[in-house]
Nanobody
Framework: QLYLEESGGGLVQPGGSLRLSCAAS????????MGWFRQGPGRERKFVAA????????FYADSLKGRFTISRDNAKNTVYLQMSSLNPDDTAVYYC??????????????????WGQGTQVTVSS
């Protein structure tokens, strides 16, 4: 199995930046796509970003492209989400997920096989 653990969430002021990390353990030698999703209070879980195993292909929700950057360091078994120009609408629990099947539907949470427990991000003054 693959185990995922997010970290780096917390309280940040509007306009600020925050960097989330997701550490993977288990059979980390497998090639997998990593995605970030978020879920606000009373909302559905939504796609944020995804990165291929090589790190050379990245994908973003249209509304977030330009503010969020996803990257990964396979030597550290870690994926990152750099968030900037944060606003209160970004407040949510952020989850990382791994897709071991190489699906092209990277924005569909049902395509992902393993999930972390989530980390809370709150944007408020």
């Amino acid at each position: 199995q693959l185990y995922l653990e997010e970290s780096g969430g917390g309280l940040v002021q509007p306009g600020g930046s925050l960097r989330l990390s997701c550490a993977a353990s288990g059979h980390t030698s497998s090639s997998y796509t990593m995605g970030w999703f978020r879920q606000g209070p009373g909302r559905e879980r939504k796609f944020v970003a995804a990165v291929s195993w090589s790190g050379r292909a990245t994908f973003y929700a249209d509304s977030l492209k330009g503010r969020f950057t996803i990257s990964r360091d396979n030597a550290k078994n870690t994926v990152y989400l750099q968030m900037s120009s944060l606003n209160p609408d970004d407040t949510a629990v952020y989850y990382c997920a791994a897709d071991l099947n190489g699906s092209s539907w990277y924005d569909n949470p049902h395509e992902y096989d393993y999930w972390g427990q989530g980390t809370q991000v709150t944007v408020s003054s």
